[in-house]
C-alpha cells in the first residue's frame, strides 16, 4: 500500500490498483514455491488374494505429505474372502520434512531423462523372485498370474493448468518370458525405493480409521475416470471385495457397473447386489434379463424366478 500524503485521501481507482498489484506479487511469490506430486499405483493379483496401492507424496509451497491407500485381502482354496472387514481398506499417511521433500525430488530429476514412458517389465526384476513352474506356453506361471504387477507412476509439477507438467510411466505385464535390463540401470527402481517402503524406513506412517466399503467406493470411482492407468483386475476384485462386505455404501457403484463393458464385471455387480439388497437387485435384475451375455441373463432370471415364488408363497398364506 502506498503511503498516504497528510490531508490527502486516496482515490477510490488508486486504492483498487494497489490491491490488484498486492494480490499479484503474493500470486507471484505462491508461484515460485514449489509445487509437485509423485502418484504410484500397483496391484498384484493371485489365486490366493489381492493387493491395489496408491501412493501420494505431494509437496504444495512448505507443505509436504505421503498419503496411502491400500486395499488387499486374502483368500482360501475355493476364492473366498478371509481377511477381517476392517483390514480390508486401510489408509495411512504422515507429514515430510523439507530435507525429506527435497531430496525425493531430487532423486526424481536426476532419473527423469533416463525414463522411458512404457516399461514391459518392472525394471527391479530379479527372476529368481519368479516361480520356477511354467505353463502349457513355457511362460513362468507367476506371469500369468498378474503377481508382478503392473504400475504406474505420475509425476506432477506446477500450480495451474498453464504450468502444470504431467509425465506418466507405465509398467505393463510381462509380454513374454522377461529377461533383465541389458544396460543394467534401473531408473524407476531407483525412484521408488525412495516410494515405497523408503518413506515408511524413515518415520512410521499415522493410520486412520477407515469404512471399508464407502473408502472403496470413492477410490473405485477416482480410478475408473482416469483411462491412462493399466491396472486390469482392480474393477472385478472391488466388486468382489464389496459384495463381500455387505454393506448398503456399496449399492451405487455396483449398480452403475450392470451396464460396463465387460460381462464378467455386470456379473459381478449383479451377484453384489443381489448379497446387498435383494430389492435392489430384483428391480436391476429386470433391466438384465436380455443382457448379450448368457451368464448374466441366467442370474437375472433366478432372481425374478425366486421372487416370483416368493410373491405366491405369500399370496397362499394370506389367503389361508
Not at 69 to 79: I, K, N, R
Amino acid at each position: 500500500m502506498r503511503i498516504l500524503q497528510f490531508g490527502r485521501l486516496p482515490s477510490i481507482s488508486a486504492l483498487v490498483d494497489d490491491g490488484v498489484h498486492e494480490e499479484r506479487v503474493g500470486m507471484a511469490k505462491r508461484r515460485r514455491l514449489p509445487a509437485w506430486g509423485i502418484v504410484f499405483h500397483t496391484e498384484h493379483d493371485g489365486p490366493f488374494g489381492y493387493r491395489y496401492q496408491r501412493l501420494l507424496v505431494e509437496r504444495v509451497g512448505k507443505r509436504a505429505s505421503v498419503r496411502e491407500l491400500v486395499f488387499s485381502f486374502d483368500a482360501d482354496e475355493t476364492g473366498r474372502i478371509r481377511t477381517d472387514p476392517k483390514r480390508v481398506v486401510r489408509q495411512r499417511g504422515r507429514k515430510l520434512g523439507p530435507e525429506e521433500c527435497d531430496a525425493l525430488w531430487a532423486e526424481v530429476e536426476r532419473q527423469r531423462p533416463l525414463l522411458k514412458s512404457l516399461y514391459l517389465c518392472p525394471d527391479d526384476f530379479d527372476p529368481r523372485l519368479l516361480d520356477r513352474a511354467r505353463g502349457p506356453e513355457g511362460v513362468p506361471v507367476a506371469i500369468h498370474l498378474g503377481e508382478e504387477g503392473p504400475a504406474c507412476l505420475t509425476l506432477r509439477e506446477g500450480r495451474t493448468d498453464e504450468d502444470l507438467s504431467l509425465r506418466r510411466v507405465l509398467v505393463a505385464r510381462y509380454p513374454r518370458d522377461p529377461s533383465p535390463f541389458p544396460d543394467g540401470h534401473a531408473p524407476l527402481r531407483e525412484i521408488l525405493t525412495r516410494l515405497d517402503p523408503g518413506l515408511a524406513d524413515a518415520r512410521s506412517f499415522n493410520y486412520r480409521k477407515s469404512q471399508p466399503a464407502a473408502d472403496l467406493c470413492a477410490e473405485f470411482a477416482a480410478l475408473k475416470s482416469q483411462d491412462f492407468l493399466n491396472l486390469r483386475r482392480f474393477e472385478a476384485r472391488a466388486l468382489e471385495a464389496l459384495a463381500w462386505l455387505g454393506d448398503p455404501a456399496g449399492t451405487p457403484t455396483l449398480q452403475a457397473e450392470l451396464f460396463a463393458p465387460d460381462p464378467d464385471v455386470r456379473l459381478l455387480a449383479l451377484r453384489g447386489l443381489i448379497a446387498i439388497s435383494a430389492e435392489d437387485a430384483i428391480r436391476d435384475a429386470e433391466l438384465l434379463r436380455h443382457d448379450d451375455d448368457y451368464r448374466v441373463r441366467e442370474v437375472a432370471e433366478e432372481v425374478l424366478l425366486s421372487q416370483r415364488t416368493s410373491d405366491s408363497k405369500h399370496r397362499i398364506n394370506e389367503a389361508s
